[in-house]
């Protein structure tokens, strides 16, 4: 019989159902790509687009890493929390509530008693100051009759002096809870100890022995474990300047009754002048600390010295945060982020979030999609273009794919010559296998352990380009109206697009970009894409027509096509000493000029498409005249239509 611990095993695998996909990316560098080119195309530069990428945060559809504008939010909210919820006259109110206890139980015991000496004693009780500092002093010698009374009483020494040592040392108010007088001498000698080593140390001297001996023998007190005098200093004054804030937060009335109660801390007035002592010496050492703010608390949690000060200390660190979020100031980086600070105060979370953004800033930068230009300023490189290409043809052609019911771009190359180039087999493509590929796909994906012969995965299909070259000549109007009235990006899309296409597809044709707005210039794809909208009147199409001539004579032999988009008639042209003249209503030389300049294109046997934005009948009844002069068409696209109308236009050209 065959051992049952020996038969094979049986696995079943199956989508991960069990939340987030731990192996996901934690962002998508096209999706993030997408939005620094809609941001740069509406005018920002690269830099700016990236940090106001980092500013809104990534959504992918499993998860949403929050952005800085979310963390600082949070940071705010966290501040204002802290602010709203708490007050700061904790310890005022404990002192208060100690001393009428230790009152009323001496008068109770005082009312007990039939003698001369109890109504003497009643007389000096009732004499006592308002102030509960004052009444703590003047108590200070009195003989208590009520035993609770006096403990109540000593209760407030213990209690002041706790809380003193608890504003500057961390967990000092658990530790001394119940101090014997041999503790408090203890903390007396560390503090003369303290003082001489900052003294020292403030006068230059070499004191890593004075410290290292410091710490052997008081090391207890310090459970973050500094590592010289200098790490001392910065986790002293940070509590110290804490502390003074808290002081600043509170009125004139509240400073002057801590004044006074401290020098009642264990009923040793030495221990505050001790304290007082090493604040002066912080606030010399550390002057950068800051020892002159104040927060301003509303609520109805009470809290003692030492809580307080931890919230003035947190304060502090969420201002130091928000700061650090903004990246406002001059060479900030998002490295900057204090990613522990970021985890205490606000949760992991927000730790992970931070994480992932330094992480997709650099691979932003990792993928080559930045490079300096000449002046220096931060530009979208042209793998970054191309990339944005890509993503504004796809979204083109679904437009045109869902208007038309067909996949144009997928077809343009029929019946052509092979480009020496392939690419991945898509629905719709009827272009011949590359065998060579498909046979290698298969090879590697069977050697990653799938088993299937031959997937459709697989194919790979030889790219081909028709015959016929084409000069193409997309002509952009750049002036005012177009940023004003909102064409300015969705023109931006419109050029991305029909490079894309026509440097993937189509790559013997040639095409030139050239914007005209006062005057008309030839243009670069990253120029277009960070060109700014700026206010300028004119729209000078006759210039731009010269520059279109120019590019077809360029190209003898190939397709003529221009294509203009524009929302104005023409109401500048150029002058023979290469001045624009501007005037609005056109001016008949401008008209003349422009139409003539059409004339001579269609001498060349240019074809004309006129994409009119907006509802100017006066450019509508001017471009319907233009178009029958020389043989185009007219097309008024919508601004979310306008790349679809450009790309399938072309297309259209180019199959006729």
Request: net charge negative; hydrophobic share 35%.
């Amino acid at each position: 019989m065959a051992d049952p611990r020996r038969r094979r095993l049986r696995y079943a695998y199956g989508p991960y159902d069990g939340g987030p996909d731990p192996l996901a990316p934690p962002f998508d560098i096209r999706s993030a790509m997408d939005e620094i080119g809609r941001d740069v195309m509406e005018g920002s530069s690269p830099r700016q687009a990236m940090q106001e990428l980092l500013r809104r945060g990534m959504e992918n559809s499993r998860n949403r890493t929050r952005g800085l504008d979310d963390l600082t939010r949070e940071v705010w909210q966290r501040r204002r929390d802290l602010q709203r919820d708490n007050r700061l006259d904790g310890t005022l109110q404990e002192v208060r509530e100690l001393l009428h206890r230790a009152l009323d139980a001496e008068r109770e015991a005082l009312g007990n008693e039939d003698s001369d000496d109890a109504r003497f004693r009643e007389m000096q009780l009732d004499a006592l100051p308002n102030d509960p500092g004052g009444a703590v002093r003047e108590l200070d010698e009195y003989d208590w009759r009520s035993s609770e009374a006096r403990e109540a009483y000593e209760e407030i020494r213990d209690l002041l002096g706790r809380e003193m040592l608890d504003q500057r040392f961390e967990g000092m108010k658990q530790a001394m809870q119940g101090a014997t007088p041999e503790d408090v001498e203890r903390i007396r000698a560390m503090l003369d100890d303290l003082n001489s080593l900052l003294a020292n140390h403030a006068q230059g001297q070499d004191t890593t022995r004075q410290f290292g001996e410091f710490m052997a023998e008081h090391g207890e007190f310090f459970p973050e474990n500094p590592q010289d005098t200098d790490e001392l200093v910065d986790l002293l004054a940070a509590r110290a300047a804490a502390a003074q804030r808290m002081l600043n937060s509170m009125s004139a009335e509240q400073r002057a009754e801590l004044a006074e109660l401290s020098q009642q801390a264990f009923g040793d007035p030495r221990l505050a002048q001790s304290l007082a002592q090493l604040d002066v010496q912080l606030q010399g050492l550390r002057p950068g600390e800051d020892w002159q703010g104040s927060g301003r608390f509303r609520g109805d949690n009470p809290m003692g010295m030492g809580e307080a000060t931890r919230a003035l200390e947190q304060l502090g660190q969420l201002d130091a945060l928000a700061e650090q979020l903004a990246q406002s100031y001059p060479g900030a980086r998002i490295e900057d982020i204090d990613l522990d600070a970021l985890t205490e105060l606000l949760g992991e979370q927000a730790a992970v979030d931070a994480r992932t953004l330094a992480q997709l800033e650099r691979e932003l930068q990792r993928q080559g999609l930045f490079e300096r230009a000449a002046d220096g300023t931060l530009q979208l490189s042209p793998k970054a273009l191309r990339r944005l290409g890509q993503s504004v043809l796809s979204d083109v052609v679904n437009q045109i794919s869902s208007r038309r019911g067909e996949r144009e771009t997928r077809r343009s190359g029929a019946a052509g010559e092979a480009t020496g180039a392939t690419r991945p087999w898509a629905f719709g493509d009827t272009e011949a296998w590359s065998v060579p590929r498909t046979l290698l796909n298969a090879q590697l994906r069977k050697a990653g352990g799938d088993t299937r012969d031959l997937d459709v995965t697989d194919v790979e299909v030889i790219e081909t380009e028709q015959r016929t070259r084409a000069a193409v000549a997309l002509l952009v109007d750049t002036s005012w109206s177009m940023v004003a009235e909102g064409r300015w990006v969705p023109m931006k899309r419109t050029a991305l697009a029909l490079h894309q296409l026509i440097s993937t597809r189509f790559r013997g044709d040639d095409l030139a970009l050239i914007t005209f707005g006062r005057h008309a210039q030839t243009v670069e794809l990253g120029e277009l894409v960070g060109l700014e909208g700026a206010y300028a009147q004119g729209t000078n199409l006759h210039h731009a027509l010269l520059l279109a001539a120019r590019h077809l004579r360029r190209n003898p032999d190939a397709l003529p096509v221009v294509l203009v988009v524009t929302d104005g008639e023409p109401t500048a042209h150029l002058e023979p000493d290469g001045e624009a003249y501007f005037d609005y209503p056109p001016s008949p030389y401008t008209l003349r000029a422009t139409v003539g300049e059409l004339d001579k294109l269609s001498g060349m046997k240019a074809t004309f498409t006129f994409f009119v934005l907006g509802e100017d009948p006066r450019l509508a009844a001017f471009m319907d005249d233009v178009a029958k002069r020389c043989g185009g068409r007219v097309v008024t696209p919508t601004l979310d239509g306008l790349g679809a109308e450009v790309v399938a236009d072309y297309l259209k050209t180019r199959r006729t």
